[in-house]
């Protein structure tokens, strides 16, 4: 099995479709800090994360880059092109080795002429990223750089942390989590550091390591507002 | 409409009127390059016997230059599909690599490119093209002359015109009323049409910085401008193309001042394009070949900029050329080229560059998208051969009527 079947926006589907889909997809694999598709390219396929963690974000022309968001397995990317047929709004780059199924639109479209209900899944996927869209803004506006900093540190190791004996290891540095939350990579370190004082998380070199997940998310209630 | 703005639209115009009546004064001579020996002049006329009635030497070459033009056209629709294919299956790179790629990639294929040191050496030269002019007119004003040294004024209006040029190269300099210096500029080359249509396409060029003035704001001298929007970049490209364009058939049209400038500055000949387009053709008629080589070169680059096709490549060949001419072919005296070679890297340090053939790659988009592949072959393929056919041959055997050995 390709692990279609493990997607939520095709997980109503009837076994033949998800078999032809299988058929259909494209497995490709790509190694980390690598781009698999760039701002501004034409969009012609969505992605599903079958394993590994990626990034989305987008660049100034001066060169700036802004996070937008991080994905885990199971996920979706690619789907505004799909919909829109416009130029890709971000850049989409692994964080660790990872491996996704690639649907182009001519595929999704004959899918979704048979099956409606797919298109009102990656319209539910639209959504979910609105609100987290919406969610940031607000955050932006009303909350502080260590409580926004927190937030997204607890969304990465829910979506993409890995279990080891230690703890959840989130593929992440402050450099990622500065763009993130729109601070200065100084200020994302000293956060960092004081989490760590705390117990909350231990710094590696390229990656953080979550001991207890839920005490993380505790830490978000009383962090200052 | 404020008051405020109709006075400021008042001054624009009587501005530009003073301004031309002083050219009108000024600008007394257009100086040729004399040719050193006469050029075969029944090459460039009907010739019986030849395909279309020209001769089969200048076919040969605006064959080769409608092959190269369909061969950019031909690669500039594939780029993206080519660009994704070495990206993505040829070299399949990560990390830095895979970034400095792409950016190659995208400042090759007009794309944006999003990079730190390319975005300020943008701003950079748009801070430079807009006051380039400025230098220009200091310049031409301590050498008794209208922008360039070719264009020398009559010694009895010599001292206003001066004082003209350095009261505008004021206002450029400190960027005061932009869009009052644009219509200056402007009028001065409205002007120019009292001397001849050859004069004044010989210097359409110079409007590409008034289309950028004109769209300023009165308030200019506050603002920081660093940056060209969309529709000024458009504007940039299309007038600078449209000039080289014009000038590439003045060239073809007018052959004895370009020929002449050749036999003054030999050097010029040897340039590997032109080679290249003139291979192979009969040495007795060497200059005449290369004249019309030379010509439809530019010809077919100022088209290229003006459609928007492959813009970055081609403006740094031009830029290439420029400061050739400027440090190697005639030295000092083509300092003014300072100008054009800032308005290129205007264009090729932008993000905000934009190409004509939009509809026709929206309706090849839509033929992929629909798997149509011999819809995409025909849109495609129609129009690559329209174009270098169209661009090159007509205007060429519609000149070959006219006879210009005495201009």
Redesign the interface.
Known sequence: MSGLERVSIFAKLSKPHVERLNKLAKRES??????IF?????S?ALYVILSGAVKVYQ??????ERVLNTLGPGEIFGELGLLD?SPRSATVA?LEPTEVLALT??DIRALVKEEPEVLWKIVEALCDRIRELTTEALDVSFRSVPYRMLRMLIQATNKHGKLTLAGMQVMIDAKHLASQVNCGVDQATGILQRLAEAGLLKIHRDHLLVPDPNALARALEYEDL | MTSRRRVGELIVLVSAILLGSTAALAHERFVKHNLKYPLHYEFFGRWPGGPFGLHPDMVRIASRVASVLAAFFLIWFVRRPITEYIERSLLRVGGPTQRALHKLACFLTDQPVRDRVFHAIGEWAVIAFLRSPGLVLMYSATNDSLVMPSFPLDPASAQIFKFVQVALAILILTQTWLPLCGAMVVGTWLYLFRWGWMVAVDAVPVLTVAVVYLSSPWQSHKLAITRINAQQMRRVRFVLGLGFLALGWLKVYNHNLIAGVADNAPSIMKDRMIGFFMAGTDPHYRRECWVIAFGLAEIMSGFMMTVGIFTRVWGAIMVFMFTKLLLVDFGWDEIPHIYPISALLTVIFSNQLSSETAPIEALDEAAWRAGHHVRRLAIIGGSTIVAAILVVFPLLYFISFFDRSGL
């Open positions: 790509f190694g980390k800090d690598t781009a760039f701002q501004d390219d034409r012609g660049t100034a022309d001066d060169g700036k047929e692994t639109s001519k």
